[in-house]
């Protein structure tokens, strides 16, 4: 079924599909070349609410299954799992010739996506997600013990809580309103439906663990380094310590990606979007629209 809402004067399309036997429900805004953007972990398509309005071509954010006002089935939500049913939802919306754009495990299932239906891409744009399997001195030190940990934590649904609310507290540098954290929270008052939460840190490629998680990133880094004809847009930031991609990490995509091109938005948290909307749709734009003719955003 599909909802249409309207949202002060711009059309923001909300339908929701059926995927699997579940939902997914999407932004939809716009026309043109379809943009796809993709959150990661805690987050949802809220996440993209003050970067979709200023971004040129059709903008489709969906929420993650088990996440937002995507449907919560009784899976295990590991990495095929959210795998399996973004391919639905592409296959379900009928989305070709996409530009990816994703952030955290949005863009990890992003490149993913991208190697296994590399006919269906236009270009890929990324920030603060998993790039590589990664060592310990590629992972921010202070995040370290605590994923390290969550690896053999049996399912508890305070711990996915307690993750939750360390998220929101630490990865947005200018602060979340009140109201923007309870968006956020929604999806997982119900115990049962924080499985998502502590899955995802589960899968963290870290140290060789663990290995079907680490055996899909490299699958990937292989169409990374060899898709000369995908554009590709790197964006990073400074100051939070919370940042996963660091020098290090900007020094590989540099060195390995293929037709990467690089912009740094400034000081902001891990959830980017919340801290420098502005600069990230302004690159988004720029990039796009010297490939595509979609730069600027789309009035009503």
């Not at 993709?38 to 971004?55: C, D, E, I, Q, T």
């Not at 749709?281 to 003719?293: H, L, P």
């Amino acid at each position: 079924m599909t909802n249409v809402s309207l949202a002060n004067d711009l059309e923001v399309r909300m339908p929701t599909v059926d995927v699997l036997g579940s939902t997914m429900h999407f932004e939809d805004q716009g026309g043109g070349a379809p943009h796809v953007f993709l959150h990661g972990n805690p987050a949802s398509s809220h996440l993209w609410r003050k970067v979709l309005p200023l971004v040129g071509g059709r903008r489709l954010a969906p929420d993650l299954i088990g996440m937002g006002r995507s449907g919560k089935p009784d899976i295990a939500y590991g990495y095929d799992d959210h795998a399996r049913y973004l391919d639905a939802w592409f296959d379900a919306v009928g989305l070709d010739e996409v530009v990816l754009v994703g952030i955290d495990w949005g863009g990890s299932l992003a490149f993913d996506w991208a190697a296994r239906n590399p006919g269906r891409v236009r270009g890929v744009a990324f920030m603060e997600t998993i790039l590589k399997p990664m060592s310990r001195a590629e992972f921010p030190e202070a995040a370290w013990d605590r994923f390290q940990a969550l690896k053999d934590a049996a399912f508890d649904a305070d711990l996915a809580l307690g993750f939750l609310e360390q998220a929101l507290a630490h990865t947005v540098l200018t602060g979340l309103s009140a109201a923007d954290a309870d968006v956020y929270r929604e999806p997982f008052l119900a115990p049962e439906s924080r499985r998502p939460l502590l899955e995802w840190p589960r899968a963290m490629p870290l140290d060789g663990r663990p290995a079907e998680v680490v055996a899909r990133v490299e699958e990937y880094d292989e169409w990374l380094m060899k898709s000369t004809d995908v554009p590709k847009l790197l964006l990073t930031f400074d100051t939070s310590p919370t940042l996963m991609v660091r020098e290090v990490l900007t020094k590989w995509c540099v060195d390995t990606v293929a037709s990467l091109e690089h912009v740094h938005c400034g000081p902001a948290g891990h959830l980017a979007p919340e801290d420098q909307p502005e600069a990230i749709a302004a690159a988004i734009n720029d990039w796009s629209g010297r490939y595509w003719g979609n730069g600027g955003p789309d009035r009503a």
